[in-house]
C-alpha cells in the first residue's frame, strides 16, 4: 500500500512504556505501515525534536449525552485524547423507553451537573437501544473515538420503569435486565457499568435506581459479560470496594472501579488512601485481574448553592433535591434544616478542614467578598461557615460561586497512588460537571506536571499510563493504544517542554446556552491525528475544516 502520510523526525514513543527512539512513522489506509529511520509520504508532518506518541485515552466520561450535539467531544479533542469511554458510574443513556426519558435527564442533571434544559434541547432521542444509540452516533460523524458502558441505571429504568427508583427487582425483572445487558453489548457497548456508592440522589431526591438495586441482581448483571465472554465491568463501588476483589477470579473478566483519592484526616467518613491502596495490592496479588483508577487531579469545583451537587451525597440534601428551584431559598433560610445538614457535615468531616480554603470566587451582589474563605467571613460574622455560606448565597440569589477543593491534593499521596502498580489514570468526568470542573485536561495536566515537572515518573512510563495499558485494561488493543505497524493510526506529537493545559476559561455554548468550563488553548500538543486524518497541525485545530470527520465508535471485538 502506497504511503499517504508520514510524521518525519521525531522521536517515537511507542506506548508500551519502552524507550523512545528516533524514527518516521508512515500512514495509509487509517493505519500505520511503517515506523523506520526514514519514511517519506506525499503529506509529510515536521516532528522534529517532538515526541510522538499514541493518542490517548480517557476511561472514564460522562460523554453520553454531549455526544449527540458535539461530535469534536471538547474540550478532549484539544488535549490529545482520541478515544474516550462514556457510561461510566451506571450512566448511559441507553437503553431507554419514552416514558422515563424525562426522569433519566432529571437524574442525570442531580448526579452528574447535567442541566435539564441542556439535555432537553440538546438530546434528540432517535434511538432506543444501545445498538440503535451507537449507529446514529457513527451516522453523525466524530472527531474522537467513542466507546461506551451500558449502564446500570439505564438498563433497571428500561425493565422497570419508576419502580427502578422504588423497589427491589423480581427474578423475572432481573433476567429481563439480563437480556437488556446481553444485548447492549452485542450491540456494541464495551461493557457494564454500576454505582454501588450509597449516596447518589437522582429524580425527586430519590437513590439513584443501581443503588436500590439488591447486590444479588448487581452481580447477576456483571455476570453477563462471563456468560457471553464478552465486556470489561466498571463498579463506582464508593467506601464498600472490597467485594470486586473477591467477585472477579471467579466472574474472569476484567474488572475496574473508582476510585482512591487522597482525603483530608478530618474527612473520617472516608478510609485513607493507604487502605484502599493496601487492599488493592493486595487483591490483584492474591489474582483478581482488578484495576482501580486515580487521577492526578485535585478534587476542586465551582459550586452554587441554586444547584450544590456536591452536598447531594448529605441525607439531609434529599429535601433540596426535591424542591423547585425558586422553593430553595426558603430551605437554606430555615434554622432546622440548616442544623440538620451541620449534623451530616460534622459526621462526614469533608469540610472540616476546608473552610478556610473554600472562597467565594464570583457574587453578583457582594463582589467585595470575592477572594475571601468561608472560614475568615464566619469569623468576621460571628458565625459558623456553614451559615456563613448560606447566608451568602440567599444575599446573591444562590448565585454565588464557591471553589472549594474536596480531595486529592496531596502530593505524595497523588504520587504514590499514579505510581502503583494495577493503578490507571482516569476519573476526568469530561462530559459531566461542566461548569464546576474542567477534568477533561487530565492528559495534559498528568504529563505536564507530574511526569515533567515532578518526575514521578519516566516520559515513556507515563504516556504507557495513557495509552497502551488503558488500552489493554478496555480489551481495544492492538488497534489502539500502541504505535506498530497495523494500529489505527491515532497519533499525538507533543513539543515535551512547552506542554501545558492552557487557560480554563467559562463560556455558555452548550444548547440552551448552558454554561461550561473549557480549556481549548492548550501548548505544546503540536499535532494531531485520529486514523491517520490531521485534527490538529502546527498547534491549530482542524476539526472545523474537516467535511467529514475520522473517528469511530469503538465496539467489543
Request: proline residues 6%.
Amino acid at each position: 500500500m502506497s504511503l499517504e502520510v508520514a510524521i518525519r523526525g521525531g522521536t517515537v514513543v511507542d506506548g508500551t512504556g519502552g524507550p523512545g527512539r528516533r524514527a518516521d512513522v508512515g500512514i495509509a489506509g487509517g493505519r500505520i505501515v511503517a515506523i523506520d529511520d526514514a519514511v517519506e509520504a506525499p503529506t509529510e508532518i515536521d516532528a522534529s525534536g517532538r515526541l510522538v506518541c499514541p493518542g490517548f485515552i480517557d476511561c472514564h466520561t460522562h460523554y453520553d449525552p454531549q455526544v449527540l450535539w458535539d461530535p469534536w467531544l471538547s474540550p478532549s479533542c484539544w488535549h490529545g485524547v482520541t478515544s474516550v469511554v462514556a457510561g461510566s458510574c451506571g450512566y448511559s443513556i441507553a437503553p431507554t423507553k419514552a416514558a422515563d426519558r424525562a426522569s433519566l435527564i432529571r437524574t442525570l442533571d442531580k448526579v452528574e451537573d447535567m442541566r435539564v434544559a441542556t439535555l432537553e434541547a440538546g438530546v434528540n432521542w432517535d434511538f432506543e437501544t444501545y445498538g440503535e444509540y451507537l449507529d446514529v452516533i457513527q451516522l453523525r460523524g466524530l472527531a474522537v473515538n467513542f466507546g461506551g458502558y451500558v449502564g446500570h441505571t439505564a438498563v433497571r429504568l428500561y425493565v422497570m420503569g419508576q419502580d427502578a427508583y422504588e423497589r427491589e427487582a423480581t427474578p423475572g425483572e432481573i433476567n429481563r435486565m439480563k437480556s437488556a445487558v446481553a444485548e447492549a453489548i452485542a450491540g456494541g457497548a464495551l461493557g457494564f457499568s454500576t454505582d454501588r456508592a450509597g449516596f447518589h440522589l437522582g429524580d425527586g431526591g430519590r437513590p439513584v435506581p443501581s443503588i436500590v438495586a439488591t447486590q444479588a441482581e448487581t452481580e447477576a448483571l456483571i455476570g453477563v459479560t462471563a456468560e457471553i465472554g464478552r465486556g470489561v465491568i466498571h463498579v463506582a463501588p464508593g467506601e464498600n470496594y472490597r467485594w470486586v476483589y473477591d467477585l472477579q477470579p471467579a466472574l474472569g473478566r476484567r474488572l475496574n472501579w473508582s476510585s482512591i483519592l487522597t482525603y483530608p484526616a478530618a474527612a473520617t467518613s472516608r478510609a485513607g488512601y493507604r487502605t484502599k491502596l493496601d487492599d488493592h495490592l493486595a487483591g490483584r496479588a492474591a489474582g483478581a485481574d482488578v484495576w482501580v483508577q486515580v487521577t492526578c487531579r485535585p478534587i476542586t469545583q465551582h459550586i452554587t448553592m441554586i444547584e450544590p451537587t456536591p452536598f447531594y451525597t448529605m441525607g439531609s440534601f434529599a429535601e433540596l433535591v426535591a424542591l423547585a428551584h425558586d422553593d430553595r431559598p426558603a430551605l437554606y433560610a430555615d434554622p432546622g434544616w440548616r442544623a440538620r445538614v451541620q449534623s451530616d457535615l460534622d459526621a462526614n468531616g469533608l469540610l472540616a478542614s476546608r473552610w478556610d480554603t473554600l472562597t467565594v470566587v464570583e457574587s453578583p451582589h457582594q463582589p467585595g467578598l470575592v477572594g475571601s474563605s468561608v472560614g475568615e467571613l464566619a469569623a468576621d460574622r460571628g458565625c459558623s461557615p456553614w451559615d456563613a455560606m448560606c447566608d451568602i448565597a440567599l444575599a446573591d440569589g444562590l448565585m454565588t460561586r464557591f471553589e472549594v477543593t474536596f480531595a486529592n491534593d496531596e502530593v505524595d499521596g497523588v504520587t504514590a497512588l499514579m505510581q502503583a502498580e494495577g493503578a490507571v489514570m482516569g476519573l476526568s468526568d469530561a462530559g459531566a460537571h461542566v461548569g464546576q470542573i474542567c477534568d477533561a485536561v487530565m492528559p495534559t495536566d498528568f504529563l505536564s506536571r507530574w511526569v515533567r515537572d515532578r518526575r514521578v515518573m519516566s516520559p515513556e512510563t507515563g504516556i504507557h499510563k495513557l495509552t497502551g495499558e488503558l488500552a489493554e485494561m478496555l480489551g481495544l488493543a492492538p488497534d489502539r493504544g500502541y504505535l506498530r505497524p497495523g494500529a489505527v493510526a491515532d497519533l499525538v506529537v507533543l513539543d515535551w517542554d512547552h506542554l501545558a493545559v492552557g487557560p480554563i476559561r467559562r463560556v455558555n455554548d452548550m444548547p440552551a446556552s448552558g454554561e461550561r468550563l473549557i480549556a481549548d488553548q492548550p501548548r505544546g500538543i503540536d499535532h494531531i491525528l485520529v486514523a491517520g486524518t490531521p485534527t490538529r497541525l502546527n498547534g491549530q485545530c482542524l476539526l472545523d475544516q474537516l467535511e467529514i470527520l475520522p473517528a469511530a465508535t469503538l465496539r467489543p471485538s
